[in-house]
């Protein structure tokens, strides 16, 4: 299973973090997000595939962000219609479209999107478009209709590894492709303890 670390924003740390070799580096391009990236991302290992986070951006604004950082997967966060996500697929980058989930989740709503984007993400349902530091009833994708590989996140931490296990081995992780991590790995938003990180790719 693959391994996203999300919210990185200081250059140092992301430098620090990218040694553990993760799948995926996530950053934000969400000005109200505590984790809203700036900068310019540090160099990083070619394995890691960099992904921009966007909540209901301008296609213009998302295309000069995929230009100016390199990015190769784009994550969309908000209420994006299945024809934007087409649009941003079609230029050649991967998509992962984001639907929120709590107790229990409508998967009717994924068709429309089936077709243009590579991956789902499945969040906790919160205040925030992510980062809301709790975690779903996982068992709501048993029920999962599609066979498009998902990433899984929402408040996953250390104290999650034997749900993780669980999970594993359960008919809901059958498409599980990657886990997200963001919130429970860090000393203040945007700034991820490497120790911690390093536990837990190390179980993972």
Same mark, same amino acid.
């Given at each position: 299973?693959?391994?996203?670390?999300?919210?990185?924003?200081?250059?140092?740390?992301?430098?620090?973090?990218?040694?553990?070799?993760?799948?995926?580096?996530?950053?934000?391009?969400? @000005?109200?997000?505590?984790?809203?990236?700036?900068?310019?991302?540090?160099?990083?290992?070619?394995?890691? @595939?960099?992904?921009?986070?966007?909540?209901?951006?301008?296609? @213009?604004?998302?295309?000069?962000?995929?230009?100016?950082?390199?990015?190769?997967?784009?994550?969309?966060?908000?209420?994006?219609?299945?024809?934007?996500?087409?649009?941003?697929?079609?230029?050649?980058?991967?998509?992962?479209?984001?639907?929120?989930?709590?107790?229990?989740?409508?998967?009717?709503?994924?068709?429309?999107?089936?077709?243009?984007?590579?991956?789902?993400?499945?969040?906790?349902?919160?205040?925030?478009?992510?980062?809301?530091?709790?975690?779903?009833?996982?068992?709501?994708?048993?029920?999962?209709?599609?066979?498009?590989?998902?990433?899984?996140?929402?408040?996953?931490?250390?104290?999650?590894?034997?749900?993780?296990?669980?999970?594993?081995?359960?008919?809901?992780?059958?498409?599980?492709?990657?886990?997200?991590?963001?919130?429970?790995?860090?000393?203040?938003?945007?700034?991820?303890?490497?120790?911690?990180?390093?536990?837990?790719?190390?179980?993972?």
């Amino acid at each position: 299973m693959k391994l996203k670390i999300c919210g990185m924003k200081y250059p140092d740390n992301i430098s620090q973090v990218a040694q553990l070799v993760p799948d995926y580096l996530g950053f934000i391009f969400h @000005e109200p997000s505590a984790r809203h990236f700036e900068g310019t991302i540090p160099k990083i290992s070619d394995t890691i @595939e960099k992904v921009g986070v966007f909540v209901d951006e301008k296609v @213009e604004f998302i295309s000069r962000q995929i230009e100016k950082h390199k990015l190769i997967v784009i994550q969309l966060h908000g209420h994006e219609t299945p024809e934007t996500c087409r649009i941003l697929k079609s230029s050649g980058i991967k998509v992962i479209k984001v639907f929120s989930i709590k107790d229990h989740f409508d998967f009717s709503v994924l068709s429309p999107y089936e077709d243009v984007c590579d991956f789902f993400l499945f969040d906790t349902k919160g205040k925030l478009p992510g980062g809301n530091g709790y975690v779903f009833d996982w068992s709501v994708l048993e029920q999962y209709p599609s066979t498009k590989p998902f990433f899984l996140s929402g408040g996953i931490g250390l104290n999650q590894l034997e749900n993780l296990k669980r999970f594993q081995n359960s008919k809901a992780s059958k498409f599980c492709y990657a886990i997200d991590v963001n919130s429970q790995f860090e000393m203040e938003p945007g700034f991820k303890d490497m120790q911690l990180l390093q536990e837990f790719k190390s179980q993972l």
